[in-house]
């Protein structure tokens, strides 16, 4: 948050030339927008047995600024019928984000080996990444993951003149973003914060 200018006129200056100094410019809080790969954010929450509270994550990454979206990647267990329990539970957890005010995007899955699948969301994310920044002109964007595929995204914001914050724990944090982000939030001290896992 930039604060105002202070001006401090001397004692002996009269109260007629006060009322005409300039008014303060109104300060102007810096607008946030936020991308979240859920599955990375969700594995790094697991690592460090917490249950992930979306909401206080939330508050915590915007801190005393504006936010524009926050927008969360999510992949879909396959629509075969041995996922299907699995996928009207991911449908509930991301009808909750949505009432919640997330803007959730989703992909879906495919079989990738015995009881797992795979929805990788990276290619999504980065485009609609770059999209969004045109569109919405944040003055930060906030990359919450730690996958190092997305370092050319954060140079590329970077070179738009958009300063990019990452959200990671430093132990699944990629060199490679890492380097590529003007700053790295820890997410370890936000997630302990959070209850354990049952």
């Excluded at 997330?102 to 609609?128: H, I």
Aim: glycine share 4%; hydrophobic share 45%.
């Amino acid at each position: 948050m930039f604060a105002s200018p202070v001006c401090h006129l001397p004692a002996s200056v009269s109260s007629s030339a006060r009322v005409k100094r300039s008014p303060a410019i109104p300060s102007k809080l810096p607008r946030v927008l936020i991308f979240a790969d859920e599955s990375n954010v969700t594995s790094s929450a697991k690592a460090a047995n917490r249950k992930l509270d979306w909401l206080k994550l939330r508050d915590s990454l915007v801190g005393e600024r504006e936010l524009i979206e926050m927008v969360v990647y999510a992949g879909l267990p396959p629509a075969m019928p041995e996922w299907q329990a699995e996928r009207d539970k991911k449908y509930k957890f991301l009808h909750w984000l949505r009432s919640n005010g997330f803007l959730v995007l989703t992909k879906e899955g495919a079989p990738s080996a015995e009881s797992q699948y795979k929805a990788n969301v990276d290619v999504l994310m980065a485009v609609d990444a770059v999209e969004l920044a045109n569109a919405m002109k944040p003055d930060v964007v906030i990359l919450l993951t730690g996958d190092a595929d997305f370092a050319d995204l954060a140079i590329h914001l970077r070179r738009r003149g958009i300063r990019v914050q990452v959200a990671s724990t430093l132990q699944t944090l990629g060199a490679g973003l890492k380097t590529a982000a003007n700053e790295v939030i820890d997410l370890s001290p936000v997630l302990k914060s959070f209850e354990p896992l049952g």
